[in-house]
Nanobody, 119 residues
Framework: VQLVESGGGLVKAGDSLTLSCAASGLSFRTYNMGWFRQAPGKEREFVASLTWRGGYTNYTDSVKGRFTISRDVAKNTMYLQMISLKPEDTAVYYC?????????????WGQGTQVTVSS
């Protein structure tokens, strides 16, 4: 299994950015997918998740209304659309996969992509 994030970069506050997570070796139809982030000096935190059925999403409060998680099953790629970015969104963003029967047991992780939001 391999998860590869891309799309990070340096943006200004208020800008938008879309992250991608290309998955190989697993199917979105049997895995729940999630985005996490880790800011400097802080613990990794949950950002958003999408169930294997694709019908239920969950977001941490600080990104609700600004971030949207989605997936393209045919491309086996997951996305995180981010708008109205804030400096506090600066972090390394990771995608992760959890088996459908253990929705919070994320056992596969990507290498991360850096998002830096300047004020």
């Amino acid at each position: 299994v391999q998860l590869v994030e891309s799309g990070g970069g340096l943006v200004k506050a208020g800008d938008s950015l879309t992250l991608s997570c290309a998955a190989s070796g697993l199917s979105f139809r049997t895995y729940n997918m999630g985005w996490f982030r880790q800011a400097p000096g802080k613990e990794r935190e949950f950002v958003a998740s999408l169930t294997w059925r694709g019908g239920y999403t969950n977001y941490t409060d600080s990104v609700k209304g600004r971030f949207t998680i989605s997936r393209d099953v045919a491309k086996n790629t997951m996305y995180l659309q981010m708008i109205s970015l804030k400096p506090e969104d600066t972090a390394v963003y990771y995608c992760a996969a959890a088996p459908s029967h253990l929705p919070r047991a994320y056992n596969y992780w990507g290498q991360g992509t850096q998002v830096t939001v300047s004020s």
